[in-house]
């Protein structure tokens, strides 16, 4: 659909045109080509696939906008999908703009429809809803920056007011279901520290700065909600970061940042940060030793792992000796979140038990806790641990990401998720190490999870086979 083939109802007209950019077509459009002309373009050594760009007034950010659209200037893409923090309206989940366009004085930005409404049919919780679109900056500004480095632009515009991890996650997964197969770009719309102490704001910018390098999603999510990072589009940036690293990037790299005195030449009055982030995969397809680990980081310290540990390896003691288990100093808010876990006992490298919860019912610590005993003293297909195996048990944790439905077989990454498979009364899990431990391809692992079902090993292609991913993080007691 061309612009010009666009009902005039169905789009949403400027907000903030004359307030912060021009009005004027003209002197946009002589702007913004002038940031884009004088930003310096950064090695990135592989291929873009999400950007991180502010969304002040261009007096104050334009120069940082400019440098992360240099990065992509002239690149052709199906989509760019932009999401947007709501700074007005609160309300719950994603809201997608998923007819028409999108107006500012350069013209009319059309909605790539079939992707808007395809993220909307992937989850419940995005809805199509001009909710938190209609006087939004944080994703108008972007849109001009888009008009003149990208050729043929169309846009999937979503705004969002939660910044929970659970929608950040379920959000980046429907983008990265509906983008595979197309060249689809991703832009986070951010602004970083706002306060009055210039001094402050160029610390908390360093900090944010270098959380979102080390490329650890929950743990950046999870610090916004501990004012330790500052980011207006926290929500968006965690997006971003997850759905581009579920399309393959492994690297974020910061590529120009300043701030609203350093601007102003000044030192004193009200202080806001700005940066532009480059989300990518690296050249040389080589995943780092962290990534070539199985499954995934959720936000747990060493610390956090090894109180789980020593959590899991006292009840079992405790237990088959048949004593009261202590009570355990849990003070870290990461092991109070409610999560899905097992546990996993093994014995001279054989499984000697596994029991976990699926869902995040209880909190993590307590969930270690109960699935530990029920592991060495519950798992039916054994007979419960003795106490002189006691010194021979190794154990192993995994903390489970949600559980996410999937339509398509070829979404599952052997060595990242584990698999979960249901049929009617019958029902099997096999966890994200399984696969990698037996070398299994991606056909095999489904098998041996139905037979783990009860189910005949090629049940996973009947319509009526539900097939659910998800992954952890994955440690034990040999590893710490």
């Given at each position: 659909?061309?612009?010009?083939?666009?009902?005039?109802?169905?789009?949403?007209?400027?907000?903030?045109?004359?307030?912060?950019?021009?009005?004027?077509?003209?002197?946009?459009?002589?702007?913004?080509?002038?940031?884009?002309?004088?930003?310096?373009?950064?090695?990135?050594?592989?291929?873009?696939?999400?950007?991180?760009?502010?969304?002040?007034?261009?007096?104050?950010?334009?120069?940082?906008?400019?440098?992360?659209?240099?990065?992509?200037?002239?690149?052709?893409?199906?989509?760019?999908?932009?999401?947007?923090?709501?700074?007005?309206?609160?309300?719950?989940?994603?809201?997608?703009?998923?007819?028409?366009?999108?107006?500012?004085?350069?013209?009319?930005?059309?909605?790539?429809?079939?992707?808007?409404?395809?993220?909307?049919?992937?989850?419940?919780?995005?809805?199509?809803?001009?909710?938190?679109?209609?006087?939004?900056?944080?994703?108008?500004?972007?849109?001009?920056?888009?008009?003149?480095?990208?050729?043929?632009?169309?846009?999937?515009?979503?705004?969002?007011?939660?910044?929970?991890?659970?929608?950040?996650?379920?959000?980046?997964?429907?983008?990265?279901?509906?983008?595979?197969?197309?060249?689809?770009?991703?832009?986070?719309?951010?602004?970083?520290?706002?306060?009055?102490?210039?001094?402050?704001?160029?610390?908390?910018?360093?900090?944010?700065?270098?959380?979102?390098?080390?490329?650890?999603?929950?743990?950046?999510?999870?610090?916004?909600?501990?004012?330790?990072?500052?980011?207006?589009?926290?929500?968006?940036?965690?997006?971003?970061?997850?759905?581009?690293?579920?399309?393959?990037?492994?690297?974020?790299?910061?590529?120009?940042?300043?701030?609203?005195?350093?601007?102003?030449?000044?030192?004193?009055?009200?202080?806001?940060?700005?940066?532009?982030?480059?989300?990518?995969?690296?050249?040389?397809?080589?995943?780092?030793?962290?990534?070539?680990?199985?499954?995934?980081?959720?936000?747990?310290?060493?610390?956090?792992?090894?109180?789980?540990?020593?959590?899991?390896?006292?009840?079992?003691?405790?237990?088959?000796?048949?004593?009261?288990?202590?009570?355990?100093?849990?003070?870290?808010?990461?092991?109070?979140?409610?999560?899905?876990?097992?546990?996993?006992?093994?014995?001279?490298?054989?499984?000697?038990?596994?029991?976990?919860?699926?869902?995040?019912?209880?909190?993590?610590?307590?969930?270690?806790?109960?699935?530990?005993?029920?592991?060495?003293?519950?798992?039916?297909?054994?007979?419960?641990?003795?106490?002189?195996?006691?010194?021979?048990?190794?154990?192993?944790?995994?903390?489970?990401?949600?559980?996410?439905?999937?339509?398509?077989?070829?979404?599952?990454?052997?060595?990242?998720?584990?698999?979960?498979?249901?049929?009617?009364?019958?029902?099997?899990?096999?966890l994200p190490q399984v696969a990698t431990e037996y070398g299994w391809d991606r056909n095999t692992f489904l098998e041996h999870t139905c037979l783990k079902a009860g189910l005949p090993t090629d049940a996973w292609r009947e319509k009526d086979t539900e097939i659910f991913i998800f992954s952890a993080d994955i440690f034990s007691e040999k590893k710490q």
């Amino acid at each position: 659909m061309s612009p010009q083939d666009i009902d005039p109802k169905k789009v949403r007209k400027s907000a903030v045109a004359g307030a912060f950019y021009p009005a004027d077509p003209t002197v946009l459009k002589n702007q913004v080509d002038g940031f884009l002309q004088r930003a310096e373009s950064a090695a990135i050594d592989g291929e873009i696939l999400a950007l991180i760009s502010p969304h002040a007034g261009y007096p104050y950010s334009g120069g940082i906008a400019g440098v992360a659209y240099k990065q992509v200037a002239g690149n052709k893409y199906d989509a760019v999908v932009v999401i947007a923090p709501s700074h007005s309206e609160y309300f719950p989940g994603a809201s997608v703009y998923t007819e028409g366009g999108y107006e500012t004085p350069l013209g009319v930005v059309p909605v790539d429809e079939v992707l808007a409404k395809a993220l909307v049919e992937g989850d419940e919780v995005i809805t199509s809803s001009a909710v938190g679109h209609r006087e939004e900056h944080s994703l108008e500004v972007q849109l001009p920056f888009l008009q003149e480095a990208i050729p043929g632009l169309k846009i999937v515009p979503i705004v969002m007011a939660d910044r929970s991890f659970s929608l950040c996650e379920r959000l980046a997964m429907a983008i990265a279901k509906a983008a595979k197969g197309r060249s689809v770009l991703i832009v986070a719309s951010s602004d970083l520290y706002h306060g009055y102490s210039y001094d402050e704001c160029v610390a908390a910018d360093t900090r944010t700065l270098k959380a979102i390098e080390e490329y650890n999603p929950e743990k950046f999510c999870k610090g916004l909600g501990q004012e330790a990072y500052h980011a207006c589009g926290g929500g968006p940036i965690t997006v971003a970061l997850l759905a581009a690293k579920e399309l393959g990037a492994d690297k974020a790299k910061v590529i120009a940042r300043t701030n609203s005195n350093d601007v102003m030449a000044e030192r004193s009055g009200y202080c806001v940060g700005y940066a532009s982030v480059a989300i990518y995969k690296s050249a040389d397809g080589k995943p780092s030793e962290e990534q070539r680990e199985v499954g995934v980081k959720v936000g747990l310290s060493a610390e956090d792992k090894k109180l789980l540990l020593e959590i899991a390896r006292t009840t079992i003691e405790k237990r088959v000796k048949g004593e009261d288990v202590p009570k355990f100093d849990v003070t870290s808010e990461v092991l109070a979140e409610h999560r899905g876990a097992f546990v996993t006992i093994n014995k001279h490298g054989q499984l000697r038990g596994c029991i976990g919860y699926i869902e995040p019912i209880k909190p993590l610590h307590e969930t270690v806790r109960e699935m530990a005993e029920s592991a060495a003293l519950s798992d039916p297909r054994f007979t419960p641990v003795a106490e002189r195996e006691l010194k021979d048990l190794e154990i192993e944790i995994s903390a489970l990401t949600p559980l996410r439905k999937i339509e398509h077989t070829d979404e599952i990454e052997v060595g990242l998720h584990g698999i979960y498979i249901k049929k009617g009364y019958y029902s099997g899990l096999l966890l994200p190490q399984v696969a990698t431990e037996y070398g299994w391809d991606r056909n095999t692992f489904l098998e041996h999870t139905c037979l783990k079902a009860g189910l005949p090993t090629d049940a996973w292609r009947e319509k009526d086979t539900e097939i659910f991913i998800f992954s952890a993080d994955i440690f034990s007691e040999k590893k710490q």
